[in-house]
């Protein structure tokens, strides 16, 4: 008898046998289908909207808020897909990046327990690997390497099944606390 495997955990699993920089922390166990928090959720806890919110479900988050898994489905109607490029879509690297200190931000803000607004101070170690193109679903991990009450430094990742699409360093700090 064949075991099914959902899409999910295939996912996982592509993720955990990926090539190069091996994945932020294991995500074994995290049914990526299965979200903890939509983008309405998300919406309660960072101040982006409408096509500039890239995060479209938080998946999961430790107890500490240290890390956390989130999944952007790039549509084939994103805004840069027809000049980005007309012949041949692909994501520009500065929203991949975007939407990694996307789910930084809402993770050091559930943290903290209120939403507050982030002034993003530098982007570090960034490097693009694989093509993210429209019809793709991005894997994003974040894992806090330095956090206080009002600034994180975080790793982030972002995977399309078993390929590694980037990986960067987003320092951020709140500008204050905001009512969304």
Known sequence: MSETVSPAEQGAAAVRESRGPAPLFAIDGIDLSRPVMDRAGI??????????????????HDSACTRAVGVKRWGRDEFWVKGHF?????????????????LSCALFNIGRGNPTMPS????????????????????????????????FVCDVQGFV????????????????????
């Open 86 to 102: 007309p012949q041949k879509p692909v994501c520009p690297g500065v929203l991949l990046v975007e939407a990694g200190a996307q």
């Open 161 to 180: 099944g078993e390929r590694l699409a980037f990986d960067a360093e987003v320092v951020g700090m709140t500008a204050g606390d905001v009512e969304l």
């Open 120 to 151: 993003f101070l530098r982007i570090g170690r960034a490097a693009f690997r694989s093509p993210v193109v429209p019809g793709d679903n991005l894997v994003l991990l974040t894992q806090v390497t330095k956090g206080g009450k009002r600034r």
């Open 43 to 60: 919406e309660a806890w960072i101040p982006h909207r409408g096509e500039m919110l890239l995060v479209d479900a938080l998946v999961w």
